[in-house]
């Protein structure tokens, strides 16, 4: 049985840069605090964990005085920032440079739609870490919405400037867009919507990459952490592109009886999803041979 680790798979970019930063400063002093969990991997935590890095909380984070804190890849809403200056936090700020450029542009959206009445729509999930950075550069007054039943959240009348969490799959984005413009359109006739293409390229070209190496193999074994929202996405890639497809969060949850007369074996996952476990999945699964 053939066993193959897809390539493009594993941490994006802004994880590595977070992950990196971390290791940095736990091997000079050997504790660093971080503003919830670096990465949606909970081995990947407990390896950071064991290095001394501390997750904490914003209830915890606001009790904090004279210490470093790391800013993981999601990104921060301003408030963070203030709270860290008032405290003489030192934050390490590893946020992706992604999700910044996409804070900044929110906040220029967010001004323009204030000064014609108008509204921000940002396509995502509702409370996640990096949504919660963006609803912030707009004073919290952003609408989010997860799809598209929750879009009587918006007021049609107005104009609209959207924009998407970096991770979320383009397709579901573009539906989105639709359905708002059809509604815009039936209720005047008239449509004043303004999208963003906001999706990180990174992660979307993952979609039609993970397709095709699904297809190749008669089993895939897709590896993330069940918090991750990146992970939930990519993996309904891989179930629609081949049936076979099995979400496991680490090597226990492998069930042998999945492999029943199969010739290939495709390992992947999401952009928190560590190369190392991976490979332990990997070399589990070869010893079924």
């Not at 000079?28 to 990465?39: A, E, H």
């Not at 707009?138 to 598209?148: E, P, Q, R, S």
Request: aromatic share 8%.
């Amino acid at each position: 049985m053939e066993v193959e680790i897809d390539t493009n798979s594993g941490f994006c970019f802004g994880v590595v840069y977070a992950i990196k930063k971390a290791e940095e400063e736990l091997s000079k002093f050997g504790k660093l605090y971080c503003l919830g969990d670096i990465v949606h991997n909970n081995l990947e935590v407990e390896r950071l964990k064991l290095m001394g890095l501390i997750t904490i909380d914003y209830e915890e984070f606001k009790n904090l005085r004279n210490c470093s804190v790391l800013i993981r890849a999601h990104g921060e809403p301003p408030e963070t920032y203030l709270i860290a200056q008032k405290n003489n936090i030192a934050l390490l700020d590893a946020t992706c440079p992604v999700v910044l450029r996409l804070q900044h542009n929110i906040k220029i959206g967010h001004d323009d739609m204030s000064s014609q009445d108008g509204q921000i729509i940002i396509y995502g999930k509702e409370g996640h870490a990096e949504v919660n950075g963006l609803v912030g550069q707009t004073n919290g007054k952003a609408i989010v919405v997860g799809n598209v039943n929750e879009l009587d959240k918006i007021d049609f009348s107005k104009p609209i400037t959207i924009f998407s969490q970096t991770t979320q799959n383009n397709e579901s984005y573009r539906e989105i867009i639709s359905e708002i413009k059809k509604r815009m359109e039936k209720l005047s006739g008239e449509v004043v919507l303004t999208s963003h293409d906001s999706t990180c390229r990174q992660v979307s070209s993952r979609q039609t990459e993970l397709k095709n190496f699904c297809k190749k193999h008669d089993v895939v074994i897709f590896v993330s952490g069940k918090k991750s929202s990146n992970g939930k996405v990519l993996f309904q890639v891989c179930k629609e592109a081949n049936p076979r497809t099995y979400f496991v969060s680490e090597l226990i949850e492998v069930d042998k009886i999945w492999f029943n007369e199969s010739d290939s074996v495709g390992i992947c996952g999401a952009t928190s999803t560590p190369r190392w476990l991976m490979e332990k999945i990997s070399d589990e699964i070869k010893q079924f041979n």
